[in-house]
């Protein structure tokens, strides 16, 4: 349903005949982590992320897993490699 609350008229899973469904029955503000993140949009109201009601939540325990604007690094171990089996693998 569309949104009547906070975010009027966008689309809103929480939205019912009887109102807002979520916690509190408005949706939370964006959190200061949040600046930069392509999701956050500017009503009335302040400013909201468009993919998850309580931005709070997302943070709690590490990086928000939908910032558009914090990218995560992979750490690369570099493991020993026997040369004979290498040797042999490059011979195929």
Not at 26 to 45: K, L, T, W
Not at 79 to 84: D, M, S
Request: one cysteine or more.
């Amino acid at each position: 349903m569309v949104c009547t609350t906070v975010r009027e008229g966008k689309e809103c899973p929480f939205m019912t005949a009887k109102g807002c469904n979520y916690n509190g029955g408005i949706c939370h503000e964006v959190v200061e982590q949040c600046n930069g993140c392509n999701r956050s949009a500017e009503f009335s109201a302040g400013w909201y992320c468009a993919a998850c009601p309580d931005p709070k939540s997302k943070w709690k325990i590490g990086n928000c897993n939908l910032a558009s604007h914090v990218t995560s690094v992979a750490n690369v171990s570099k493991t020993k490699v026997n040369p004979l089996k290498a040797s042999k693998r490059g011979s195929r």
